[in-house]
């Protein structure tokens, strides 16, 4: 029950901030962090680009397995044009 450790609690730092999400560069106070995707810091514009299209490929791959089910995408896109048409 000592009031350090109340201060201490408050002193939380985020530790998914402390290194660069793609090369693992610790990322200090002075270096600039890029941010990516709200919560994925990076230690360049290089770093984040390089993940931007590590998840972009990603995507795509995900895209083309869930082509599977592609009698969804089409009832949607039918009922896009149509409301596109009545506009
Ligand atoms: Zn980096």
Known sequence: ?????LSYAG???PHFLEACHLCSKSLGHNS?????????????????QEQIG????RERRCRRVSK???SEIKKSST???ETLVVA
Request: hydrophobic share 30%; net charge negative.
């Open 11 to 13: 002193f939380e730092e």
């Open 54 to 57: 590590i998840d972009e490929a």
């Open 79 to 81: 009922i896009q044009s």
């Open 32 to 48: 600039d962090i890029f941010m990516y995707r709200g919560n994925t810091p990076f230690c360049s514009q290089e770093c984040r």
């Open 68 to 70: 599977k089910s592609t």
């Open 1 to 5: 029950m000592r009031p350090a450790s």
